[in-house]
């Protein structure tokens, strides 16, 4: 098992790697680089119980997205973005015309990295009620709710609780939750989106929910679509000191300190901003056939 | 039945009063003037089907507390507010030691005169994880979650069903549901807040919600909490040439005109502002004993 | 000189045609419709001392521009009414290459329907430090600051006092201020922009300014860009009077009635998010030349 | 000099003392520690060349005074600590009755760490206005304006430009500055108030201002008010280290690294509100003569 904490599927592969040295090949685990509309894609696949054990993290598809080009501002870099999103999630969804799905995005709004959920939803195309009671203009799109699920010092309920109770009452097909990670690479801090199939695992991400969401937890399939905002501070220090040459340190040696930090790039709040656009659009994309991102541009305002 | 549109029982009365001559009598209704806290304090008690058809709302208490110094901001004014709120809040709650209750905030945020009710969830003490995950420090407090229930078009789900689907999971003994309402009395408006056992009715207030808020939806007893912030086009034109003496005018007669303007007193931010806090602070002290607004101070912060 | 308020010079003609009667010509005053883009445009030009004592308003040029189609969303209206602005606002510009222009965003944000100020300077090209900083980058744009001048009880300072500061220091060449205006029309209401090349007046507007910003105050020429979002209410009781074929009424007669009152359309959230944004696009396609609104889009993400 | 980042005198001594050796006298420097209100006050008087060349900083006074019992919510906690800075802050202002005040929060309202300038700036009695609009009832507050300075990229004016226009249209006799620091310890940030009467240095803060706010530069006394609220990736790196017994590492060695990376306290959000309110009491309390921490509540809402 790993001892250094990271929520992507591809690092803990690398870490996997480093750890048992690159001779040993890891089991129950396939992985693949590919390109879409110019973005890096790596898609891992944990196929059985020994690769779930040797990473830490459930059986299923984790893909990961990498959107450099969106901050360095290129042309383009934005709709090409959206909808190398759009095609990787319609690969993981399984929806039947119509079928209803709901966004949820976690986290806290008021604190910058951990508000990448709730301002996703905030880009979601909402339609369950215009379908509903505008069918004659509406009634070809998918029934699509959202909800910003809070936070449980302000409402007293869990995320996941919430979720649930919105899931029981509404019935969608298909929950797609949207949550702030951690990573072990400054590198992929407020660049990289992973998608996966296997839910929101507790105790990951940044702001901790205690609650699974996931198909068991739910009752439905449950998609996260997952944004590393922070690095932890002792993976910091170690890597810091790594790439000064000065010491190849085991971070689980500094565990616990530094627990009550947050480390996170100078520019995390346009980062944040421009990747819950990106993913909101992605998510709208995927959801809605036949729509564009200036159709979007349109509806959203 | 009431031409008038007014969501507030006392002005129902006055209403009835005016157009049946001051000489009939008002079955199925008492009507009864107090004080409290220097706060004037009117208890309308509709009684029976007579009662409710001639005021055109559900047979049960409604309590209008008018805060004008409030907003004069006299010394003591708020505290003295907070606690002539609870003490009437107390009055129609029906709460066992330790039962829990939800705090629903109606309306939209984003629009001052209609934020009242997420704006008062803000002040509401959240200590339903506390109680059960820190019991040592927070057993003696009542349970109490809370819940902006955010708007159809951002989420695509009616606030009903939302806080329906909240009760079924968590439930509650009770629902607090605070909300912006509208009055046919410019002076009313920003300075009053009317607390009534029957809960939300549906087309009233500001946002004109679709779904009945009460013990039939719900499966409990719901405390609405409701604060005129509005008053109609069509009725200030008639109380503006009145007041002028030029013509005694039924707003009927101007119907559908001005229906898509909203009517607010200049100052609605700063009122909104000021008794959001003071509704909070008042479900506060009703729900949890023994505490003072020091103490809420403490807490909130 | 007229009896109602109206800070639109399109309404003052109407106003003063009115109450002279049809026949009665107005001196020193030259009215003219046109199309820009498919909108309407109406260019009132007060001429001389007898217009402007007529009209209540300095002498100068006042271009109204109806922006219907923005709010109906149709396609394209909204870089078709970008384009419309800059258009019409160039013609009151006299700009050389490289001049500096400072753009101040008056009212209180925090307020609706006086918030389009501070909004519009948000879509502003702020290039300003660019320019001097990375000239081989940035060195064929004009430079630009902006300025949300804030309001009197958080600052202290009057916006015209925080303004006239900024232009003693900096030295544009011409400011552009933009303003919530009060209309009589409740149709015009959040539809229209006037743009004018007389500054702004002291007492007009929904915040009312004490100080006048125009050329004399400031030492630079003063293009006040205004747009209705308030009508008040004593003539939206005169005009729903009149709707309802009830009077024709003066509203001079409900003087001081409703005058702590604002009346704003339903929707005025909306209305001042999608009018600011499009006045700001409409002032950097004026003031940067070469630049379309999809570059703007780019630049300002 | 000191090759460590610190922009508190009282680290800087600390530093200089740890890199010389215990037995080495530092010259030109005095420091004195005190209690007040039970909180902890460091002075460090920097009194000459020899003094600032050692310590990288202005001859002057610096005041650190230690809150930490404001964060654990002690009960008297805020009030005592509110007029423990507006103790230590008359010590270093030398005014006259009537006397006017700007009170300037620099930084980034948008950025957490960044925006307790601006905050603080939210919590000043504003009396400018009302002593010259109605001196009959405000005629004995000393005049005090305020101003939140923006940032660069959104006005294209340096702060410091901003604060220096107002400064010479308005006349204060002295500029209070509220601006984010950067410390280089952990326990300090988020807990400590620096107050200088030395004015803001550039490069330092968190937002690298590049103009020094000084009375060289506005020609009037400036007193800086900093709270640390970040640390350096480096800094950190080094800590985390030495605390786990594992190097004694000079963060001058990884100097560049992590420069793009903020590091803040998880409850950076709580902690910067908490300290803006303290902070923007203790100079109401400062400036104005006779008043407590309930007549500012008062006087605030």
Chains 1, 2, 3, 4 share one sequence.
Not at 236 to 265: F, H, K, Q, W, Y
Request: aromatic share 2%; glycine share 10%.
């Amino acid at each position: 098992m790993l001892k250094r904490r990271t929520d992507l599927a591809v690092e803990a592969t690398q870490l996997w790697q480093e750890q048992a040295g690159e001779t040993t090949q890891l089991r129950g685990v396939q992985a693949r680089d590919s390109v879409r509309e110019g973005y890096k894609v790596t898609t891992v696949r944990i196929l059985d119980e020994s690769g779930a054990q040797a990473l830490g993290k459930p059986v299923g598809t984790y893909i990961t997205v990498e959107l450099d080009g969106l901050l360095r501002r290129e042309e383009d870099a934005f709709p090409r973005a959206a909808r190398a999103l759009a095609a990787e999630l319609r690969g993981l969804l399984d929806l039947k015309e119509g079928d209803a799905v709901l966004v949820a995005g976690l986290g806290n709004r008021a604190i910058t990295p951990d508000g990448i959920g709730p301002k996703a939803a905030d880009y979601t195309l909402v339609t369950r009620h215009l379908v509903e009671q505008v069918p004659e203009q509406f009634g070809a799109f998918r029934p699509v709710s959202a909800l910003a699920a809070g936070v449980l010092g302000t409402t007293g309920m869990e995320s996941g609780e919430l979720i649930s109770a919105v899931v029981e009452k509404t019935r969608p097909a298909c929950v797609l939750a949207v949550d702030a990670l951690a990573s072990r690479s400054l590198r992929r801090v407020g660049r990289t989106v992973q998608l996966s199939d296997t839910g929101i695992v507790p105790g990951s991400g940044v702001g901790n929910h205690r609650m699974a969401l996931n198909r068991e937890t739910l009752g439905v399939p449950v998609i996260a679509i997952g944004v590393p905002t922070v690095v932890d501070a002792a993976t910091l220090a170690c890597d810091l000191l790594s790439e000064a040459g000065r010491e190849d340190l085991d971070p689980a040696a500094l565990s616990g300190a530094g627990e009550n930090l947050i480390v996170t790039p100078r520019e995390v709040d346009t980062q944040v901003g421009d990747l819950a656009k990106v993913i909101g659009y992605g998510i709208d994309l995927a959801l809605q056939s036949g729509l564009d991102v200036a159709d979007i541009d349109l509806l959203l305002s």
